[in-house]
């Protein structure tokens, strides 16, 4: 039916020709029109994108918890940098080996700067970021010899699904101006960033009252790049990742997309398990749900 459909509209853009877009209203009834549609070849006349296995578990929009393992073979050439290599605005970075995706880092250290600014003299710090396969197989080794299995499946991801391993999450740190260091979550800027990281593309991954669904307990530090429209919209309509994604799989696809505005843009967003689809006429973005779909941002 769709193969039909992506016909129909070629074969009214081949007879009106490609000048300005067309409404689906005039396009369906100039399609309505054409006698022969029989002749138009799908493939041939209709420019096709094709997505890869390996995009599945690639991409901004990846879900990584205690069910989807993080696929490190995929995800191989992570474009991973140092933190204090990267950085243009001077916070703390608890070690100097810490690395993050050097994509992400401008609206990291946006966020953490205007956060500070606002903030006065409470400075915020990063204490956590990528973790290899190893180091989380070291916190979780230390922290079940310590509190025993159990209790620490609550807060550490068993190594292979932390999010951390993507380089796309950061934990942060509260220093305040006497130097002395303090729990994030019972500092002001965990609230600034709770309230405002959508605006950077982060979001605020492990809220109260979605731990039936993550997973992971409350976590007011640890925040997710997921980039935009997605994160202004799950901010919005809070919605943790597992839900945003199931329901772009559920409500929406190349021909329903999800309508975003932010920012004074339009996106379209949808979910396609097809490793083949119409290629979107303007710019657009691919990351994979690392579940079995594609996620397209149109925008
Ligand atoms: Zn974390």
């Keep these: 039916m769709r193969r039909w459909i992506v016909g129909a509209v070629a074969a009214a853009l081949l007879l009106t020709g490609c000048g300005a877009p067309k409404s689906a209203a005039v396009l369906a009834e100039e ?110 080794d230390e922290y079940a010899e310590l509190y025993g299995e159990s209790y620490s499946q609550k807060y550490v991801a068993v190594p292979g699904h932390s999010e951390h391993h993507t380089g796309l999450a950061a934990d942060l740190g509260i220093i305040y101006g006497d130097g002395s260091e303090g729990t994030f979550s019972e500092s002001e800027n965990a609230k600034w960033m709770a309230a405002n990281s959508y605006r950077y593309g982060f979001v605020r991954r492990y809220a109260e009252d979605k731990i039936d669904i993550t997973g992971i307990s409350n976590e007011a530090w640890h925040f997710r790049y997921v980039g935009q429209p997605h994160a202004a919209y799950m901010h919005e309509h809070n919605l943790c990742l597992e839900e945003y994604l199931e329901m772009l799989k559920a409500d929406t696809s190349p021909s329903n997309p999800l309508r975003v505005e932010y920012g004074g843009k339009e996106y379209s967003v949808y979910y396609t398990a097809d490793k083949e689809i119409p290629e979107p006429s303007g710019d657009y973005t691919v990351s994979g749900d690392n579940m079995g779909g594609y996620i397209i941002t149109e925008g």
């Design 31 to 140: 399609s309505a029109s054409v006698s022969e549609p029989a002749e138009v070849s799908t493939v041939e006349e209709t420019s096709m994108v094709t997505f890869s296995d390996e995009q599945i578990h690639k991409g901004n929009l990846i879900l990584v918890n205690s069910e989807y393992a993080y696929d490190f073979d995929a995800n191989g050439d992570a474009d991973l940098v140092r933190i204090v290599d990267a950085q243009k605005y001077p916070y703390k970075v608890s070690k100097e080996e810490f690395r993050l995706c050097s994509e992400i880092m401008p609206a990291l250290d946006n966020m953490i700067r205007d956060c500070d600014e606002a903030m006065g003299t409470q400075y915020t710090s990063v204490s956590s970021a990528w973790r290899s396969k190893e180091y989380q197989e070291n916190v979780w």
